[in-house]
C-alpha cells in the first residue's frame, strides 16, 4: 500500500476513535460503520483494521505510555489529540516497521487537520517523548 493508503486510515482512525470515546461504539460497530465511508476505499484497509483491533482492544494501555510524557491527566486530554496519540504510540509499540519520524509527522498532520489551533505542539511533544524512551 502507499503511504496516501496508509494516510488516509489513519485520517478515518481518528474519526472512529474520536467516535469511539464519545459514544462507546465497538470496534465491530466501528469497522461497519467505517468500512462504509468513501474514504474507506482509498485508505488501507488492513492498517485501519489492526491499529483500530489494537486501540481499542486496550486503551488503558496506551494511556498509561501517554501519561508518562503528559503534562495533564489523559482524562484531561481533548478526544481528538486523544485520539491521534492513541494512534502514535500503537504504531511506536506494533509497527516497527514504520520509522518513528514518520509516525510523529503523521500524528503533527493530524492534529493540524483535525484538532485545536496548537495540539501539533503538544501531540509532537508527547510522542517524541515516547519515541526517546520506547518504555
Known amino acids: 500500500m502507499t503511504t496516501g493508503a496508509r494516510h488516509g486510515a489513519r485520517r478515518l482512525l481518528v474519526q472512529a476513535l474520536y467516535q469511539h470515546q464519545i459514544s462507546a461504539s465497538?470496534?465491530?460497530?466501528?469497522?461497519?460503520?467505517?468500512?462504509?465511508?468513501?474514504?474507506?476505499?482509498?485508505?488501507?484497509?488492513d492498517y485501519f483494521f489492526a491499529l483500530l483491533d489494537e486501540i481499542v482492544k486496550d486503551p488503558a494501555v496506551l494511556d498509561e505510555r501517554i501519561d508518562t510524557f503528559a503534562d495533564r491527566p489523559v482524562s484531561q486530554i481533548d478526544p481528538v489529540e486523544r485520539a491521534i496519540l492513541w494512534i502514535g504510540v500503537?504504531?511506536?509499540?506494533?509497527?516497527?516497521?514504520?520509522?518513528?519520524k514518520v509516525v510523529?509527522?503523521?500524528?503533527?498532520?493530524?492534529?493540524?487537520?483535525?484538532?485545536?489551533?496548537?495540539?501539533?505542539?503538544?501531540?509532537?511533544?508527547i510522542l517524541?517523548?515516547?519515541a526517546k524512551d520506547p518504555g
Open 26 to 45: 465497538d470496534a465491530s460497530a466501528l469497522r461497519d460503520q467505517f468500512t462504509q465511508s468513501t474514504d474507506f476505499e482509498h485508505a488501507d484497509g
Open 104 to 125: 510523529i509527522n503523521e500524528a503533527v498532520e493530524l492534529a493540524k487537520e483535525f484538532g485545536a489551533e496548537d495540539s501539533h505542539r503538544y501531540v509532537n511533544a
Open 90 to 100: 500503537a504504531e511506536l509499540r506494533s509497527h516497527p516497521e514504520v520509522p518513528p
Open 128 to 130: 517524541d517523548g515516547a
